[in-house]
């Protein structure tokens, strides 16, 4: 008996030190110090480059020796640090992952379009070998960044006649500059930018396919997939695909879709303050048109013509269009609705509209009857006209 119990209790102490081991195995300790930042300031810690309105997962007060997260974390995470009630892609980004990171910046309180917000400067970052990492896998990026930059230059004389011209609806105007030889040269360089960007990133994703970086590379470096990506997920390896950010990738490449499904129900507010419901928005109308769409997608603005056409149209017949924004910044929005005097209703997105209809990429549209029904999704133009025709001739 008393060997059975001197057994049993090393067998208890092997388990316990085993348990022991795996939670330090995936603990996470991220301390910093933020110079200028304020005592009792309340930090909030955020994944990011997920395509999520994510929520914090972690909150902490700056104190008198800085500031200090601790946690368990299965593995790697890209994740934003920042003050509580300021926009979190205003933070410092890195990567948490078990063990022990240390964060020094200086931190400065500036005005921002929608009140003040911190920036931070001088960010070193030690103990987070991913964050070493990801520096590294980005850098060809910066030769894009480059070229981006020198073309905004470039194109800033034209782009600035036409927006003035967009501001007085002066079609003649736009026109005349789209055939001018300063808007060709700028639309050439789109192209060649465009076509580069296509070359740099298939060689960064596909050079990191063996496991979670290249999922991870296109979410973090993407605004949304299109079926072309599909071809990046076939060369992705297993483990590459079973990752944490690779399912995030599948979820989002191949959605199960809502046609037939009832369109989930949502709260809005206009620019002037007025609330309503999607109930209220297709009351009266046989057939609504909800548009997901931004201040700065030039696919979505180069759509609103179209829109405009379809709406004159059908309109009278019971068909309207509700423009939800998903532009973080809300003086954007109501500059671009100047821009182009959108006929129907506009709201802008609080963050969790576009979740629920599962946006991934803009525009992105759902037709939806009376009932509340969606009839059609991701449908526009040719498509659109001709699915109305059907619908109300």
Known sequence: MKKLLIHTAVMLLVISAALSCTTNNSQYSIKGT??????????EMRLSSTHKNETPFATTTYGKDGFLFTGTMEGPRKVQIYVAGEPGYMGISLFAEPGEITI????????????????????????????DMYTQKIAPKRVLNEIY????????????AINKARQEQDDAKIEELQKSEAYQAMAAREKSFFDTVGVVMTNMI???????????????????FTKEQEVWWNQFSNEAKNS?????????????????????????????????????LLDGKKYVLIDFWASWCKP??????????????????????????????????????????????????????????????????????????????????????????????
């Not at 933020?34 to 930090?43: A, I, K, P, R, S």
């Not at 003040?116 to 987070?128: D, F, M, Q």
């Open 149 to 160: 930059e020198n073309n905004h230059k470039l194109s800033q004389d034209i782009m600035q």
């Open 104 to 131: 020094t910046a200086d931190a400065k309180v500036a005005e921002g379009p929608q009140g003040n917000v911190h920036n931070y400067s001088n960010i070193e970052i030690s103990g987070s070998k991913a964050t």
């Open 300 to 393: 979505c603005r180069n759509e609103i013509p179209n829109f405009k056409r379809i709406y004159q149209e059908y309109s009278s017949k019971g068909f309207d269009i509700v423009s939800i924004s998903t532009d973080k910044n809300a003086d954007d929005w109501k500059q671009a609705l100047e821009e182009e005097q959108l006929p129907w209703p506009n709201f802008l997105d609080p963050g969790t509209i576009s979740d629920l209809y599962k946006v991934k990429f803009i525009p992105s549209t759902f037709l939806v009857d009376q009932n509340g029904k969606i009839v059609a999704e991701n449908i526009k133009g040719q498509e659109l006209e001709q699915k109305l025709k059907e619908l109300l001739d």
């Open 34 to 43: 933020l110079n200028g930042m304020e005592e009792g300031t309340q930090l």
């Open 206 to 224: 596909l050079d990191n396919a063996s496991d979670w970086w290249g999922p991870f590379l296109m979410l973090d470096q993407m605004s949304y």
């Open 244 to 280: 944490f950010y690779g399912q995030l990738v599948k979820e989002e490449l191949f959605p199960e879709g809502f046609v037939g499904k009832q369109a989930p129900g949502f709260t809005v507010t206009d620019n002037n303050n007025a609330q309503q419901t999607l109930s209220q």
